[in-house]
């Protein structure tokens, strides 16, 4: 059998923060997963999220660190108009989420920003721009 891409794991300082922020952007946990030690959401087509406490982590892995610096991944979430990338950033920057990259209309014909989540985690606003004509 060939492996099959699945599961998208992150590790959570603060899971309570970090449901919070995602669950702003439509994502479903369970409720009252804000105590657990791992949490899952589904994703569209078939893939999970799964979010996991530094002490999870640290019980098979001893030896983890949380990582210094800038962040190495981000998520994307495609908005359906540029005006709702516009909302969307504004809702979380507004709810105390660091606001990375205001919206722009990129080069690449979307309108784009960037929030960071609980954890210093890019993620990504995106929606098509109109076609200029």
Request: glycine share 12%; hydrophobic share 40%.
């Amino acid at each position: 059998m060939t492996p099959q891409f699945a599961v998208v794991g992150m590790v959570a300082s603060d899971m309570a923060a970090s449901l919070a922020f995602y669950r702003r952007l439509g994502l479903v946990f369970p409720e009252g997963s804000e105590d657990q030690p791992h949490v899952e959401a589904e994703l569209p087509g078939g893939l999970t999220l799964a979010l996991d406490t530094e002490e999870t982590i640290r019980s098979f892995h001893p030896a983890w660190q949380s990582p210094a610096g800038g962040g190495r991944m981000s998520l994307a979430f495609k908005c359906g108009t540029p005006a709702e990338v516009d909302s969307v950033y504004e809702d979380l920057v507004g709810a105390g989420h660091h606001g990375e990259l205001k919206p722009w209309d990129a080069f690449w014909g979307m309108r784009y920003a960037v929030v960071q989540d609980p954890d210093g985690n890019g993620v990504d606003l995106f929606a098509q721009l109109p076609s200029a004509e």
